[in-house]
């Protein structure tokens, strides 16, 4: 069966030091692979978009990777501070004839303590 | 300039009633999606509009469901006859055409069915 997972449970991370979240995937082939932030009562919000043929993507703090061998990305963010603390989502991105396709992840909980 | 919004930010409803959700996008965006996130859930893609191509509805849970884009730009999307399985965060989301480009996500609408 296809599935996208990330991991349930909320990562607990003390300030300071780099979070990675995990994204890993199964029967699919992405094009892109894109992750978003998602605060409690919001939509998500746009973070980064990684091509399949593109191994890393850095944003400021944020650096994402992509290995389409193993079907996963790292979600990492340096220097972590107490307002990184959100629900991340990944998103698979399908091209699939004339359309493309989006997959979703439920997310993981990340908490910044300081 | 303004984000999608959407409207109400919560209703709550009898089991059996109808009810319309309203989505307005960012202005000049072709491509608008609406999603359900239950508590703890991915992303559940219901329909995508394009211009003034077919929609995609391959999403829709059922036949009590349907969506509607007046002029390319406030979309509405109707429950009719309302079950308690419905209830969850029904998101928005606008995009500047079609293809792998972020999506940008409203506040989402909190539907409760009693």
């Known amino acids: 069966s296809q599935k996208i997972e990330q991991n349930s449970e909320a990562l607990n991370i003390q300030e300071g030091k780099t979070a990675t979240l995990t994204c890993n995937y199964t029967?699919?082939?992405?094009?892109?692979l894109q992750w978003y932030r998602q605060d409690p009562g919001r939509g998500p919000v746009f973070l980064l978009l990684?091509?399949?043929n593109e191994k890393e993507k850095r944003k400021e703090r944020l650096k994402v990777t992509f290995d389409t061998t193993l079907k996963q990305s790292l979600f990492h963010i340096t220097a972590s501070q107490p307002a990184d603390s959100a629900t991340y989502l990944c998103?698979?991105?399908?091209?699939?004839?004339?359309?493309?396709?989006?997959?979703w992840g439920a997310g993981t909980k990340l908490i910044i303590k300081p | 300039g303004a984000g999608v919004s959407q409207s109400p930010s919560n209703k709550v409803t009898e089991k059996g009633k109808d009810v319309e959700l309203r989505c307005d996008p960012i202005s000049g965006h072709t491509a608008l999606y609406w999603y359900r996130q239950s508590l703890g859930q991915g992303l559940e893609f219901l329909i995508y509009?394009?211009?003034?191509?077919?929609?995609?509805k391959s999403g829709l849970p059922s036949d009590r469901f349907s969506a509607e884009r007046t002029g390319g730009s406030v979309s509405t999307l109707t429950i009719q006859r309302t079950q308690q399985e419905d209830s969850a965060v029904y998101l928005c989301?606008?995009?500047?055409?079609?293809?792998?480009?972020?999506?940008?996500f409203g506040p989402g609408t909190r539907l409760t069915v009693t």
């Open positions: 989301a606008s995009s500047p055409q079609r293809g792998a480009y972020e999506q940008y």
């Open positions: 998103a698979l991105v399908l091209h699939m004839d004339s359309n493309y396709q989006l997959i």
């Open positions: 029967n699919y082939s992405p094009a892109y």
């Open positions: 509009f394009q211009g003034n191509s077919a929609p995609d």
């Open positions: 990684i091509r399949e």
